[in-house]
Structure formats: structure tokens, C-alpha cells
Nanobody, 126 residues
Framework: QVQLAESGGGLVQSGGSLRLACDAS????????IGWFLQRPGEEREGIAF????????YYRESVKGRLTISRDTVKNTVSLEMTNLKPEDTSVYYC???????????????????WGQGTQVTVSS
């Protein structure tokens, strides 16, 4: 059974940092494109960082560029999202997702992913 599990969320002050992790079971990340999304109450899920199977240059949403780093560890079968200089507007539930893709293709919309974690809450206080 394919499962993703996020961890690392929590409460942090503005300007602080967090490292989110997404552990996979039932499959290996080697054959999947990875995405991180956030979803605020009453809003649609929004993609913020994406990486392809070939780990070509990651894509970041403009609002997080320079503050987030997405990475994949194929030995530990986990993906991470390093977040720095956090702002109150970053407060949200964060989800990781995995989707089958080829080569350097990045998947950038929620409908392209068929495996999701349960989400982890990140709260940034001002």
C-alpha cells in the first residue's frame, strides 16, 4: 500500500526555519515526481515546490523562491522541504505528493498527483 507521511510542522516565529519531511512506504521515490503543496482554510491547494525524477532544476512558486529548498534522499526514501525566513502568510497545512512521471517532467497541479500525505500544520507567528 502506497503511503506518504509528512512530519516536521509546528509553531515558529516570523523569520524562523522549519524542515518538513515526507517519508514514503510501499513505493520508492526514484520513479516519482514530487511536489509540495499548501492549503489554507477555505482556499484551494496551491503548489509551491516541484522536483522531477531526474532531479533537474526544481521549480518554486514565486512567493517562496529563495526561501524554500526541495530535495530527495533516495537512500532514506524521503523528500524534504527546507523552509527559511518564514512569514506569517506561510501559515498553512503543507502536503507532499508523488506522481508517476518520466525523466525531467515536473508535475505542477494537484490533479497530476495520485499519492498524498495527510498534511502537517505550519504556523508562523508575527
Amino acid at each position: 500500500q502506497v503511503q506518504l507521511a509528512e512530519s516536521g510542522g509546528g509553531l515558529v516565529q516570523s523569520g524562523g526555519s522549519l524542515r518538513l519531511a515526507c517519508d514514503a512506504s510501499g513505493f520508492t521515490y526514484n520513479y516519482y515526481a514530487i511536489g509540495w503543496f499548501l492549503q489554507r482554510p477555505g482556499e484551494e491547494r496551491e503548489g509551491i515546490a516541484f522536483i522531477s525524477i531526474s532531479d533537474s532544476v526544481p521549480y518554486y512558486r514565486e512567493s517562496v523562491k529563495g526561501r524554500l529548498t526541495i530535495s530527495r534522499d533516495t537512500v532514506k526514501n524521503t523528500v524534504s522541504l527546507e523552509m527559511t525566513n518564514l512569514k506569517p502568510e506561510d501559515t498553512s497545512v503543507y502536503y507532499c505528493a508523488a506522481g508517476r512521471a518520466l525523466g525531467g517532467l515536473q508535475l505542477r497541479t494537484p490533479t497530476e498527483y495520485d499519492n498524498w500525505g495527510q498534511g502537517t500544520q505550519v504556523t508562523v507567528s508575527s
